[in-house]
């Protein structure tokens, strides 16, 4: 038995339900070589802003146990150098592509990228990430369910292309701004960008990274994760693509029994490039040895 793994995210259909996630693998090109692309569900490209960024002073990155932190501050080229040097690359593939943008001057910036992309074909959705810990001075977008609504709504009006909300487990209650983001049209939800972390030195008693707190991710968090991914679950319909810490196919399966349609990996592709596709093929063993014809039996299969 050949079991189906399609799925589909807004009117986007996957042949996998296995993607990379936004800023783990720059835009795609970085990873030639490495893995065969081609075989990915859907690629989300490295966070795309209006203008370019340089992103935030080094150290950026430090490991922790079964963790990375990371405040890289979104650094990119801006939109029309992703254009002109990156897409070219990406839309060769023949895989869904996923652009994940941003913006610090929060609404305007956000509908100005969304009409400049809703013309390119090549841009299969776009994932709104309005959860980036690393952008300095401001709350969240997605730690307020009206704000979360209103950016939301706001770029629904501005594009015809599947919407992929980008939500932070920085928040108390995940299920109200998931609710928020179906509420005002998202397609789809993204579970979860990086939790808040902080590690010092003792000897020097600086702190490990430059802006002092950064985004925890890695199989630390992966718990919090499929948390996160189960309450979102029991209260909205459309398609949740879960995150956090998978490092194999038991890891991503968790995520699928919790209630997600498809998952994605992020600090995994710094460790094994190849990650992603060893899940896929651990994902098809599991699906065949428990008789399982389609991926979609398995979401929110989770016994109480
Ligand atoms: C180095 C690094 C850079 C990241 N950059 C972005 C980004 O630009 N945009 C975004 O939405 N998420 C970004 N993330 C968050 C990941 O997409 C993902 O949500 C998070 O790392 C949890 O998944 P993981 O534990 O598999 O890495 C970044 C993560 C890492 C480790």
């Not at 802006?211 to 398609?239: C, Q």
Request: some cysteine; glycine content about 8%; overall charge positive.
């Amino acid at each position: 038995m050949k079991p189906n793994l399609t799925v589909n995210i807004g009117r986007l259909r996957l042949k996998n339900p296995v993607m990379v996630a936004s800023g783990a693998f720059g835009y795609a090109q970085e990873f030639k070589g490495l893995l065969d692309l081609k075989k990915l569900g859907a690629i989300v490209t490295k966070t795309v802003t209006l203008k370019p960024r340089k992103g935030n002073p080094s150290p950026r990155t430090c490991e922790t146990p079964s963790g990375l932190l990371n405040s890289i501050g979104l650094e990119n080229p801006g939109v029309e150098a992703f254009l002109k040097e990156k897409l070219p690359f990406l839309k060769k593939l023949a895989v869904p592509i996923i652009m994940s943008i941003a913006s610090e001057a929060r609404t305007e910036e956000f509908l100005i990228l969304a009409r400049r992309l809703d013309k390119i074909r090549e841009v299969a959705a776009l994932e709104l990430n309005i959860s980036c810990p690393n952008m300095q001075g401001h709350k969240l977008i997605s730690q307020d369910p009206k704000a979360t609504y209103d950016l939301v709504k706001a770029v629904r009006k501005t594009t015809g292309k599947t919407i992929i909300t980008k939500l932070s487990p920085n928040v108390t209650d995940i299920a109200k701004i998931a609710l928020a983001a179906e509420k005002a049209g998202s397609d789809a939800l993204s579970l979860v960008n990086t939790l808040t972390g902080m590690s010092i030195d003792v000897k020097t008693k600086r702190p490990r990274i430059a802006t002092v707190t950064a985004g925890l991710s890695g199989p630390a968090i992966r718990p919090v994760a499929v948390r996160m991914v189960w309450e979102a679950y029991t209260k909205v319909k459309i398609p949740i693509i879960g995150m956090g810490g998978i490092m194999n196919a038991q890891d991503a399966l968790e995520f699928f029994i919790a209630g997600a349609t498809a998952v994605s990996l992020g600090t995994a592709n710094f460790i094994e490039p190849r990650s992603s596709l060893q899940v896929i093929a651990g994902i098809k063993d599991y699906l065949a040895e428990h008789k399982i014809r389609d991926i979609g039996q398995l979401k929110g299969s989770l016994k109480r």
